[in-house]
């Protein structure tokens, strides 16, 4: 049976998808984790290779510092989810 992903993780991505103050880079690579762990049987490994490309969209130095806040605590979260 696969993990639940928790309602935080999804409201998360689902504001970065929809703020248009977030760079066009940085809505697509959520849209595209969102796609990921909802239709993942192995939502723990999907969650670490999110996170591994959240902290590369967060090292950019053009990145609103807002943006930036919000893929940290996305990371965060996504740290959270346990592996098996």
């Known amino acids: 049976m696969p993990k639940k992903i928790p309602e935080s993780i999804l409201d998360m991505l689902d504001r970065l998808i929809q703020d248009e103050t977030v760079p066009r ?5 959520a849209s595209e984790i969102k796609e990921r762990l909802v239709t993942s049987k192995k939502v723990s490994v999907e969650a670490a290779s999110a996170i591994t490309i ?4 967060s ?26």
Not at 54 to 57: A, H, V
Not at 76 to 83: G, H, M
Request: charge should be negative; charged fraction near 25%; glycine fraction near 0%.
């Open 25 to 29: 880079s940085v809505r697509r690579a």
């Open 54 to 57: 959240l902290e590369d969209l």
């Open 59 to 84: 090292a950019d130095p053009n990145l609103p510092m807002h943006v930036r806040t919000m893929i940290w605590n996305l990371a965060s979260q996504l740290e959270r989810i346990s592996v098996d």
